[in-house]
């Protein structure tokens, strides 16, 4: 059974401080996605990684993939209140199926 | 219009009720899905259709029943439901043949009485 593990699933962490999401998947994919979603809101795309050793930047957020660890990392710098939010890891597993973690909810204390 | 469109944007049906949600996407997608989201599980994939036609009915009871009349618009009729089925139900859009990510729609909060 294809599983995608997320951890932690819950983070309350202070402002100023760095932290990483980490994103486990049990089957071979080269393709992952990271998902934002704020509360009562639906998900917006943050990151695609589409090769092994893939890093993306956007502002305080980087993500990476790993495709021989089956490892995707979301790591956080300097985190700021605006970054509370549900983060999810997706992984393409092919015929068009998208399978998603179960989520980090992430909430920064000022 | 842009994006992916989703209406009704809340519903609450009986048990005995038949309904529909509606999706549309205008970002030139030939792929579109519905995900469902609940407070206890992670977003399961419900429903593909690539290129107008469906890929993936993900184990869904047959209450659920889809329908893509074009690679614009995606439907979910709704019909006997249980009230453990409600949920924020989401549709997305993409590029068929694993191109890109998704582009999800604001979700049809849905409650069964």
Redesign the interface.
Known sequence: ELK?EQNPLFLSMQEGKNYTIYCNYSTTSD?L?W?RQDPG?????LF?LLSNGAVKQEGRLMASLDTKARLSTLHITAAVHDLSATY?C?V?I??????????TRLHILP | ETGVTQTPRHLVMGMTNKKSLKCEQHLGHNAMYWYKQSAKKPLELMFVYSLEERVENNSVPSRFSPECPNSSHLFLHLHTLQPEDSALYLCASSHARRVGELFFGEGSRLTVL
């Open positions: 995608v393709r996605y998902y809101k639906s998900l917006e795309s695609v999810f997706a393409d092919g015929d068009d199926k998208i399978i998603f973690g179960k989520g």
